[in-house]
Every structure is written in C-alpha cells, then in structure tokens.
C-alpha cells in the first residue's frame, strides 16, 4: 500500500482499516491520525509507539488489559479479534491439550495475580515452549520492569499488523 493512499483515507478509513494494530484500542489509531502526512508504514509505528510512551504507566496497564489471556477464555469460546485468533493459532494455542490448556490458566492467573495486568507476549514470534518459558522467567520481574518489556512486546505485535495490512494490500491487487 502506497504511503499517499494511507495519507488520503478519510479518518473512519483509517480507524478501520489501522484500529486494531493495538488490540481493542482503536483510540490510539484515532488519535495519531491527527500526524498525517505519514512519511511511510515507519512513521506510522513510531507515532504509534511515540503515543504508548507518553501515557501514564496506568494508561499502559490499560492497553495490556484490553489484550486476551493466551489460550484463555476469549479463545475457547471463539470471542477473539481475527488477529489475536490468528497469532495465537501460530503459536500452537489453539490445539493445546486440556492439560495444557490449565496449564497455561495457572500461569496466566498466577501472572496477572501478582502484575494486576496480563501477560502479553508477541505470539507470531513465538512457540508454545517459548510462551511458557517466558511466562515463568517474566513473573521473577519487578513490575515496571514488566510493564515496560510487556509494552515492547505490543509493539512487536503493531509492527507484525501494520506489515500484514500492507502485504494483504498487495495480495488483493495481484
Ligand atoms: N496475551 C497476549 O499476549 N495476547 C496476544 N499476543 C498476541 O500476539 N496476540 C494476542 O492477542
């Protein structure tokens, strides 16, 4: 998709197409249109990282929240965003075993009891050992640490978003 495109949607255009880059915050597509013109899918991201950043740490807790457990509730009863759904069916969640399945409840539960936020983690970018191995080595952090590297990991699932609306672009017009 050319950057001139993006630069010449209309704000709901934009807020449809780009409103779930951050899972369920559409607020921050809303609100970083107001930076167009859009140099490229670049700018985009750091205007959209730049936003995060200038939140208050409840402000970012509150993006961590808007995300689903792995392998939790949402995707047993197949309430997930297309996205998340997607990503976690990468990463192997969604033919989990029921052992596996509780397995991943406790450590969610045990995680989100001790951060009051869940555990967030770039699924494409990771398996199902990975998930679970971070998930242990994560809950050792202090929170603001966890805060911060949790926020890292939205932004690795804004930028694999951002990539793949561009490419399914591209496809729909080969
Ligand atoms: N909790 C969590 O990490 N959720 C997610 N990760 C990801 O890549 N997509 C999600 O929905």
Not at 52 to 70: F, M, N, V
Not at 133 to 147: G, H, I, T, Y
Request: hydrophobic share 40%; charged share 25%; proline share 3%.
């Amino acid at each position: 998709m050319d950057i001139s495109v993006v630069n010449a949607l209309t704000y709901e255009e934009f807020v449809n197409l780009f409103g779930n880059v951050v899972e369920k915050c559409p607020i921050i597509s809303a609100a970083i249109w107001s930076h167009r013109p859009f140099k490229d899918l670049a700018d985009i991201e750091a205007h959209i990282m730049g936003f995060i950043h200038s939140l208050p740490d409840s402000g970012k807790e509150g993006i961590l929240r808007c995300h689903p457990d792995l392998a939790g509730r949402d995707l047993q009863s197949g309430t997930l965003t297309r996205e998340s759904q997607e990503e976690q069916s990468q990463a192997g969640m969604t033919t989990l075993d029921s052992a596996e399945i509780q397995h991943m409840y406790r450590l969610n539960s045990k995680y989100k009891e001790r951060f009051g936020f869940p555990f967030v983690i770039c699924a494409r970018l990771n398996n199902k050992a990975d998930i679970v191995r971070q998930l242990n080595e994560r809950l050792k952090n202090d929170r603001a640490a966890e805060r911060e590297r949790a926020i890292e990991e939205v932004k690795n699932i804004c930028s694999l978003r951002l990539n793949n609306i561009v490419l399914s672009d591209i496809q729909t017009k080969l």
